[in-house]
């Protein structure tokens, strides 16, 4: 290690994906708000401190024809990166150990989309700022902007756990040791007492959240050197002074934050987003940023959502003739036609279907933003990437097959979902399968494996293309 070796060098981040950071979603959220953006089959995009990349890695084997680059200062994720890129033999993608104090100055664009996730609120005010000036830098003149940050005022209380840790592990150095010691804590303060006031019960609360948290990700967020968490109001205006508008929120419950339901300008819209996060004590955004004096439509328009496709969340699922239930709890839908086009889109996934169809009513459009927002159905700007049936030859992706041979537990489908498997027989299945092989040929290999006791393949392969994770025969 250099003499900038970082705290993610001796602690490793977990890899992980974000959905909404992808290109296709922020072409759809884009869309919503009556504004072009550049075709993900095709776009250019940046991910600034993307540790081992793995979240541009899942986009690069889902859009082939489409340019990623991602860089950050720990050498040792960047060598991870780079490791599975050559193992996968991807050739649309870089990984590279950049500054980003330096790379404000000198890297090139442009870039269709820039993320920034898991950054700003962690790194000191002149880092933020030059990733801003980075952002301005290389932005095209119609990219979307992603940034990620604990916001305010919910970060109040995260900021006093934080005090709460750091007081509590003076003196304690090892990071494991810190680690430890800090779930000791959050676990002891956490437990409700029956006369807690209001706010010892949001403490006591947020505490629980926060110690269900993997270690390696609570060491970083929770005890690393810097904490800031800040207001939209106050990230809208340092972007503002680096040519960057708000536009909206990426993630599930941030959708009306750039639809105040009138045309104003941004200003105003940023203060009516800034007064519904004081209201809901907000905890985290993930705020998009487009160029200024784009004008986007601060109303939806049903004509822009039937330009879309609709998924769903792979946990969603049908109970009764109203009732759904998903990961987020259970709910119910009085509307006959919405409720069997969520029971479609359920039988279909992964699969999308159109919503031109449903969004020619305007009650109808109503209702799907606001299924939208709840992260009921998710916007999508372009069909499934992956294939759909097996196919003669089944292929899973070079990504998910180089993730297997490093033994990589978490493995992405083509739709940038994680599929956790460390079940040792359907990683081996997966690992034969390049798109050479028939599936008979793959049943084959396998019972040579001494695998034909534990797995079916025709069921394998079934189940496989359901979550999403068989990748297009290269002559598709």
Same mark, same amino acid.
Not at 105 to 121: Q, T
Not at 150 to 174: I, K, Q, T
Not at 189 to 200: A, E, K, T, Y
Not at 291 to 305: F, T
């Given at each position: 290690?250099?003499?900038?070796?970082?705290?993610?060098?001796?602690?490793?981040?977990?890899?992980?994906?974000?959905?909404?950071?992808?290109?296709?979603?922020?072409? *759809?959220?884009?869309?919503?708000? %009556? $504004?072009?953006?550049?075709?993900?089959?095709? @776009?250019?995009? #940046? =991910?600034? !401190? &993307?540790?081992?990349?793995?979240?541009?890695?899942?986009?690069?084997?889902?859009?082939?024809?489409?340019?990623?680059?991602?860089?950050?200062?720990?050498?040792?994720?960047?060598?991870?990166?780079? *490791?599975?890129?050559?193992?996968? %033999? $991807?050739?649309?993608?870089?990984?590279?150990? @950049?500054?980003? #104090? =330096?790379? !404000? &100055?000198?890297?090139?664009?442009?870039?269709?989309?820039?993320?920034?996730?898991?950054?700003?609120?962690?790194?000191?005010?002149?880092?933020?700022?030059?990733?801003?000036?980075?952002?301005?830098?290389?932005?095209?003149?119609?990219?979307?902007?992603?940034?990620?940050?604990?916001?305010?005022?919910?970060?109040?209380?995260?900021?006093?756990?934080?005090?709460?840790?750091?007081?509590?592990?003076?003196?304690?150095?090892?990071?494991?040791?810190?680690?430890?010691?800090?779930?000791?804590?959050?676990?002891?303060?956490?437990?409700?007492?029956?006369?807690?006031?209001?706010?010892?019960?949001?403490?006591?609360?947020?505490?629980?959240?926060?110690?269900?948290?993997?270690?390696?990700?609570?060491?970083?967020?929770?005890?690393?050197?810097?904490?800031?968490?800040?207001?939209?109001?106050?990230?809208?205006?340092?972007?503002?002074?680096?040519?960057?508008?708000?536009?909206?929120?990426?993630?599930?419950?941030?959708?009306?934050?750039?639809?105040?339901?009138?045309?104003?300008?941004?200003?105003?819209?940023?203060?009516?987003?800034?007064?519904?996060?004081?209201?809901?004590?907000?905890?985290?955004?993930?705020?998009?940023?487009?160029?200024?004096?784009?004008?986007?439509?601060?109303?939806?328009?049903?004509?822009?959502?039937?330009?879309?496709?609709?998924?769903?969340?792979?946990?969603?699922?049908?109970?009764?003739?109203?009732?759904?239930?998903?990961?987020?709890?259970?709910?119910?839908?009085?509307?006959?036609?919405?409720?069997?086009?969520?029971?479609?889109?359920?039988?279909?996934?992964?699969?999308?279907?159109?919503?031109?169809?449903?969004?020619?009513?305007?009650?109808?459009?109503?209702?799907?933003?606001?299924?939208?927002?709840?992260?009921?159905?998710?916007?999508?700007?372009?069909?499934?990437?992956?294939?759909?049936?097996?196919?003669?030859?089944?292929?899973?992706?070079?990504?998910?097959?180089?993730?297997?041979?490093?033994?990589?537990?978490?493995?992405?489908?083509?739709?940038?979902?994680?599929?956790?498997?460390?079940?040792?027989?359907?990683?081996?299945?997966?690992?034969?399968?390049?798109?050479?092989?028939?599936?008979?040929?793959?049943?084959?290999?396998?019972?040579?494996?001494?695998?034909?006791?534990?797995?079916?393949?025709?069921?394998?392969?079934?189940?496989?293309?359901?979550?999403?994770?068989?990748?297009?025969?290269?002559?598709?």
């Amino acid at each position: 290690m250099d003499d900038r070796t970082t705290s993610y060098d001796r602690v490793h981040y977990p890899s992980a994906v974000y959905r909404t950071t992808t290109p296709e979603h922020l072409a *759809a959220i884009a869309r919503l708000h %009556g $504004l072009d953006a550049a075709d993900p089959r095709s @776009a250019r995009v #940046l =991910e600034i !401190a &993307g540790g081992d990349g793995l979240n541009v890695l899942a986009m690069a084997a889902a859009y082939p024809g489409a340019q990623f680059v991602s860089f950050d200062l720990a050498a040792s994720a960047v060598a991870h990166g780079q *490791a599975l890129i050559a193992s996968a %033999g $991807l050739a649309n993608v870089r990984i590279e150990t @950049a500054d980003i #104090l =330096e790379a !404000a &100055g000198s890297m090139e664009g442009p870039f269709d989309y820039v993320i920034a996730h898991g950054l700003y609120a962690w790194v000191p005010p002149h880092v933020q700022q030059a990733t801003l000036a980075l952002i301005d830098r290389v932005l095209s003149p119609q990219g979307i902007v992603f940034i990620s940050y604990n916001a305010l005022p919910g970060g109040h209380l995260r900021m006093a756990l934080r005090d709460m840790l750091l007081f509590e592990l003076e003196g304690v150095s090892d990071p494991e040791a810190r680690i430890d010691r800090a779930i000791e804590v959050l676990n002891a303060f956490g437990q409700p007492r029956d006369d807690d006031s209001v706010s010892q019960a949001a403490l006591r609360r947020a505490a629980r959240l926060t110690v269900g948290k993997d270690r390696h990700t609570l060491f970083h967020d929770e005890l690393g050197p810097v904490y800031d968490p800040k207001a939209l109001q106050t990230v809208a205006e340092e972007a503002a002074a680096h040519n960057l508008a708000y536009l909206t929120e990426a993630q599930p419950g941030g959708l009306f934050h750039g639809f105040p339901g009138e045309q104003v300008d941004d200003r105003e819209t940023v203060r009516r987003a800034q007064r519904r996060d004081n209201d809901e004590v907000c905890f985290f955004h993930q705020s998009l940023f487009v160029r200024p004096k784009r004008h986007p439509a601060r109303v939806p328009d049903p004509a822009w959502l039937g330009t879309l496709l609709a998924g769903v969340p792979d946990s969603l699922r049908r109970t009764s003739e109203s009732e759904f239930t998903s990961s987020a709890g259970s709910f119910q839908l009085d509307d006959q036609v919405l409720a069997d086009f969520l029971e479609k889109l359920v039988r279909i996934a992964p699969a999308r279907f159109p919503l031109a169809d449903l969004a020619a009513s305007e009650d109808h459009a109503a209702a799907i933003l606001e299924l939208i927002n709840q992260g009921i159905i998710e916007p999508h700007s372009l069909p499934f990437p992956g294939a759909l049936l097996p196919g003669e030859r089944p292929v899973v992706s070079a990504l998910v097959r180089a993730l297997i041979a490093h033994e990589v537990p978490n493995l992405v489908t083509m739709d940038h979902r994680v599929v956790h498997l460390t079940d040792d027989a359907p990683r081996r299945l997966m690992a034969l399968m390049d798109g050479t092989r028939t599936a008979a040929e793959i049943a084959a290999d396998a019972r040579r494996m001494g695998l034909s006791s534990e797995i079916d393949v025709n069921l394998g392969l079934q189940q496989l293309a359901r979550v999403g994770m068989l990748a297009l025969s290269p002559d598709s």
